[in-house]
């Protein structure tokens, strides 16, 4: 294992859930088996969510779009802090969770905002200010 993976697990998971504070998965794995969870963690955060083949901010907007349709909404919630830590505007994260819909159904579209809204209420920012048109 090279320096240079812990290094880019390191500063992606610095990036992505600086703030964020919900348990993060790698404290939940951890708590189950060390070893494991730092494989885990070297390979998602350090190997895959660390490529520079596509912009932070697309990242966060796929995995965001990928956990709605599976309604995977404790992930989800995490997945939105990241995606607003990495620039996402919350309309961005809106409009992806609205497209959605058509590939996951209503009210797998439902739940997610409703998990977007609460994340944006934790951090005060709900209301939206300018609302999607």
Not at 56 to 84: N, Y
Request: net charge neutral.
């Amino acid at each position: 294992m090279t320096e240079d993976i812990v290094g880019k697990t390191k500063k992606t998971a610095e990036l992505y859930f600086k703030d964020v504070s919900d348990e993060k998965p790698f404290e939940l794995w951890r708590s189950f088996d060390k070893g494991l969870a730092r494989d885990f963690s070297l390979f998602i955060t350090g190997q895959m969510y660390a490529r520079e083949k596509i912009p932070h901010p697309t990242r966060q907007l796929i995995t965001v779009a990928a956990l709605t349709v599976l309604s995977r909404l404790d992930e989800l919630r995490l997945h939105i802090q990241a995606a607003l830590n990495v620039g996402c505007s919350a309309q961005e994260i809106a409009e992806v969770i609205f497209q959605t819909a058509i590939y996951g159904g209503v009210p797998a579209t439902n739940a997610a905002l409703k998990t977007l809204r609460s994340v944006l209420e934790e951090k005060g920012q709900w209301p939206l200010n300018e609302r999607c048109a």
